[in-house]
Every structure is written in C-alpha cells, then in structure tokens.
C-alpha cells in the first residue's frame, strides 16, 4: 500500500549525509515524528535539522539497530551505506552494506514495522543501454558498491514478497547538492581553490551522467512512497539529460570565475567500476505524475554555486 507521509513516525538511517539530511528537513515540518540515526563515519550532526531526533547509531550493530527500529515507527528510510568513493576496502564494503540492510529488515520484522524505502543506485544496470529502464535486464554491475546494492535489492524483494513488507526501492541517478564531498563537484573545486591553473581530471573528461539537484531527489522520493503501491516498488530517479566531466570542469570554473588547463589522466573511465555512460529512463516515475524541475546542467549548476559557498566562499558572488 502507498502511504501518506504527513503524521506519520519516520525513521532515517544515515540521516545525517547529503539525501538523509534533506529529506529529514522536508518531513520535520508535517510529520510526527522524524528520527535520523547515524553513525556520522560520513554524515555531519550539524546536518540534521532542528526539530529531528538524532540517534548515534551503526547499522552493522544490532544493539543500535534495536535502538533505533522501533515498534510505533510508520516507514523506515533506509539510506546507511558505504560507497566505493569513500571506503578503500571492498569485501568489507560488500559485507557492511548487506549486513546492514539485514540487521535492518530482521528488526523491522520483529517489532511489527513493515514499510522500508531504500536507496539503491544505476550502479546496478552496470553498462546498459541508454536509457536503462527499471525492468532492464540482466543486471551485471561492474563494481562492488552496485553488487552490493544489487545484493540489498534481492533481500528487499524477498521480504516484499515473503513477508508482507512494502518497499519503495529508488535507482539513483548522481545526486549532488550542498554538503555534499568525495563527488565530482566538490572534488573539482577544491583542486582549483588550490591551484587555479591547472585542472586534472580522471579519464578522458568524455564520461556523460545525468546529475539530478538533492531537493529534486527527495520531492521524487515523498512523491513515490506516497504514491505507488505495489507490495516491491522499484523506481528509477534521475533527469532526462545528462552533463560530461568535461563540461561539469567548465561549469566549476566559470562560477569560480577561473580559466585553468585541463590534464587528462586517460581512458574512458575515471577508475575501476566506474560505469563511463549511464542514463536512466523516468518514464516510470512520470507516468506517476513526477518531473525533475531541473536538468542535468541546472542541477549541477546550482549544485555548484551550493558547494562554492560552503567551500570557497572566497569565490562565492
């Protein structure tokens, strides 16, 4: 069944990082209760809005767990996780993610919680044509972060199906937005506040993503769960267009205001895993009555302006 997020009780696992921290903003104003746990290895306390109730908690702990999933809770947000950006060890990467995902279902499962909206990515599709509808397969990703999200993706549909839980799974297109770090964004202005002559950028700058703005992510999330209502609801979240590195260099450096040279590492990817091309089909989440109010370039365009306030304020209009 869909629901309706206004009174409802919601928890936010990694509530505290760039998706986690806008959501709880959006539901603090009309829900009843809004509580974020996060273990704030990657999310920052200060991100979590005033009025939310903050639980320091670790996923892969059940006693955490057990603290932060409880009975009179309505949905469960699930966004804990590792990404291949920002951890260096991948078994543990693959483990610690699925192993949270687990601990989270079992809790829920046992205290009578029964909706769970999660946060998948287009790492699963691995390279597929474009764009990648929902219903393409096989899916073969070519990273462990997408195997393991793939990995979360099986045991989510296990308990729509076997033990009445409604999912709402969302396939992530790059999402930036302010706070946000460890991205392409970020990552460009600070090489450039640090040396403004020079710019290197891995691969071959030909690498093209559709780049969705943070506050069009969640309106799509709200818009889904309270929407669709199949017992596994899986939805791709994305925009329609897509921006290279290259060009994402030359929106960076004309809102710095700089005109710096451009090294290339080479090959036509950043690093291993990295899936050089990737647009994902929305014509689901519209024929649900959903549009992104930005495209690629408009959200990393104010995606950017975001960032070099915070990071480079120096260079901020």
């Given at each position: 069944m869909h629901m309706e997020l206004s009174d409802a009780r919601v928890l936010i696992t990694g509530g505290a990082g760039l998706v986690g921290s806008h959501l709880a903003a959006e539901l603090v104003e009309d829900a009843e209760l809004v509580r974020v746990a996060d273990d704030l290895s990657k999310g920052d306390r200060e991100r979590v809005p005033d009025g939310a109730e903050f639980v320091e908690a670790d996923m892969t702990d059940g006693a955490d767990v057990a603290d932060a999933v409880t009975g009179d809770l309505d949905v469960v947000f699930h966004f804990a996780a590792y990404t291949d950006t920002n951890y260096d060890d991948d078994r543990e990467l693959f483990e610690e993610n699925?192993?949270?995902?687990?601990?989270?279902?079992?809790?829920?499962?046992e205290v009578g919680v029964d909706n769970l909206a999660f946060t998948s990515s287009s790492t699963v599709y691995g390279e597929a044509p474009r764009p990648t509808p929902e219903d393409y397969a096989p899916l073969e990703p070519i990273s462990i972060y997408g195997s393991s999200k793939l990995a979360d993706e099986a045991l989510l549909s296990t308990y729509a199906h076997s033990y009445?839980?409604?999912?709402?799974?969302f396939r992530f297109a790059n999402i930036v937005g302010p706070h946000q770090r460890g991205n392409v964004v970020p990552d460009f202005i600070e090489k450039l506040v640090d040396d403004p002559a020079?710019?290197?950028?891995?691969?071959?700058?030909?690498?093209?993503?559709?780049?969705?703005?943070?506050?069009d992510c969640v309106d799509a999330i709200r818009h889904v769960v309270e929407h669709a209502d199949a017992d596994m609801n899986t939805y791709n979240l994305g925009t329609r267009t897509t921006t290279s590195v290259t060009a994402i260099a030359d929106i960076v450096s004309d809102?710095?205001?700089l005109d710096p040279e451009y090294e290339y590492t080479g090959g036509d990817r950043g690093w291993t895993?990295?899936?050089?091309?990737m647009r994902l089909s929305i014509e689901k989440l519209s024929a649900l009555g959903w549009e992104p109010s930005h495209s690629s370039?408009?959200?990393v365009e104010r995606a950017t302006r975001q960032l070099i306030a915070e990071i480079a304020p120096e260079y901020a209009d």
């Open positions: 699925t192993e949270m995902t687990y601990n989270v279902l079992e809790r829920m499962d009445d839980f409604t999912v709402w799974c020079t710019l290197t950028i891995l691969g071959d700058g030909r690498q093209e993503k559709s780049y969705m703005h943070v506050t809102e710095l205001g895993g990295d899936v050089p091309k370039h408009e959200a």
